[in-house]
């Protein structure tokens, strides 16, 4: 093989998961009716609307406070029983200190809760509690167990196991072993994660009220129903200004978290 | 008292890691157990807190108060009972390492402790004061705030020794318990965990036979699965090589400690993986 044939042979790697890739997305966007003209109109329109939402309607701004704050208590309370609960299944499904029959029990509860999307759950629990921000903590609430269960069980697994034998060798019982030797060593993960699923739960939490769930979210998607532009306008500011502030804050909080965790 | 009676374990294959391990230990004993890496030992004493069940044999513990007892056959809620009743101190500490060595030490009297009350930290002042006191008569009560995570090695099987002490227990067990520490804190360890046999027994698994030598009462010595020595600490030569096998005898320039001491240096590797995850970063 001389070098030519090699240079050759090395375009040809990469070039053959390129092509099929691109082929991959032409034959998409014919299915999904995709085109450049429907693309190029698209934008003009939407860069017109843009135009219909100047500017923002600031005497509405004080009204928005409101359900920004329902916004976060939501998202708030959620992630607090999201995260309590989450434990409860990491606890079950961790390999290392569960019971087989109940790890597998728990393990398959978190995975069917994962494929169900929050919006899902929602729309279910709208037509059981109505509309409000309970039905809207409630599935957020759930939502956190297919993420956090798994992240837990997982940190779970990973913890030192000679420590609970340790602790098992005094006569401790199965509660006394979690609390002394399983939460000390997953608190930092947990807190992290608390965390991270706490900034989700405010985004998740915007989306959900646009279905009904109060807060913000259900100001940006009734202003847009009514036409008032410049009102949903102030909306949208609003619920961007909540979502960079919570995410800057818990940004700095894990920093800080990991930052203590790596000296001790 | 104990009384350790025939023991037996056999792999599915039908390899004999226990082939009837018998003796009896007598409170005021410090009895150290030699062997080579893979003899027994380790299973042995697992075999006597319960935290294995062997196919046959029977470890009977007497501490006069709830007469005698086989935690061979303890059921789960008995063996919890029987376990307050033995302290174990372990090679590589087995302490939780975002605790403080207070709460460390605390954890050792768990078992005696109504449920609800240990779960919600409650421990009382009287138990404090006692763990504290622990921490003293292992001169590391300085350290009692401190979180385990950093401390070395040495002050981590201290503190292990003083959660030992907490638990009040009447037979301890030590496996490997020096076999991480460098020579002097070895010596410190054997020194703390001498005296303590004046109130119970204690057995504990070496690799040095220079330190069962010098600070145990009584050795046995265990090599594929049977006691082939029990008795007197000094060993001879002739014994030390029986044990550990014609290695010994083929560099004759080092001294008999040191070879050994090359011998269970694998051991240590697992402990230091332990210490490398544990400084691992958390978080996403």
Known sequence: ?????????????????????????????????????????????????????????????????????????????????????????????????????????????IAIERSLPEIIIVLILVAAFGLGPVPGMLALTLGCIGMLGKLFADAIEEIDIVTIEAIEAVGANKGQVIVFGVLPQIMPRVISYAMFRFEINIRLSVLLGAV??????????????????????????????LVFIIERLSGYLRKKIKVEGALK | ????????????????????????????????????????KTLTLRCLNGLLRPDGGSVLLNDGSNGVQDICKAGKRELRKMRRRIGVIFQGYHLVKRLSALENVMIGRLGEINTLRSILYGFTDKEAEEAFQALQNV??????????????????????????IFQRPSLLL??????????????????????????????????QPEMTAKYCTRVIAIKDGRIIYDGDPRLSNELLIEIYGEELRQIEQAPLALRVDEHHELHTTDAMIHKIRDHEPTGL
């Open chain 1, 212 to 241: 009904g769930a109060g807060g913000i979210g259900y100001e940006l998607d009734s202003a847009f129903n009514l036409l008032q532009y410049h009102r949903a306008f102030t909306a949208l500011i609003v619920t961007l200004l």
């Open chain 1, 1 to 109: 093989m001389n070098l030519q044939d090699f240079s050759l042979r090395r375009y040809r790697k990469r070039l053959l998961p390129l092509s099929i890739l691109l082929l991959l997305v032409i034959l998409s966007a014919r299915v999904c009716g995709v085109s450049g003209e429907g693309l190029r109109s698209g934008i003009i329109k939407g860069y017109a609307f843009l135009g219909h939402l100047f500017p923002p309607d600031w005497a509405a701004f004080p009204e928005m406070i409101g359900p920004a704050f329902e916004s976060v208590v939501i998202a708030l309370l959620a992630t607090f029983f999201g995260v309590f609960l989450s434990l409860c299944f990491a606890l079950a499904a961790a390999a290392n200190i569960s019971y087989p029959w109940l790890r597998s029990l728990s393990r398959a509860f």
């Open chain 2, 139 to 164: 001169k590391i009560s300085h350290l009692a705030g401190s979180r385990i995570a950093g401390m070395s090695g040495g002050e981590m099987q201290r503190v292990a020794i003083a959660r030992a």
């Open chain 2, 174 to 207: 030590a496996d490997e318990p020096i076999s991480n520490l460098d020579p002097s804190n070895a010596k410190i360890i054997m020194k703390m965990i001498r005296p303590l046999a004046e109130q119970m027994p204690v057995i504990g698994v070496f690799h």
């Open chain 2, 1 to 40: 008292m104990l009384e350790v009676k025939n023991l037996t374990k056999t792999l599915p294959g039908g390899r004999k890691l226990l082939d009837g391990i018998s003796f009896k230990v007598e409170k005021g004993e410090f009895v150290g157990i030699l062997g080579p890496s893979g003899a027994g």
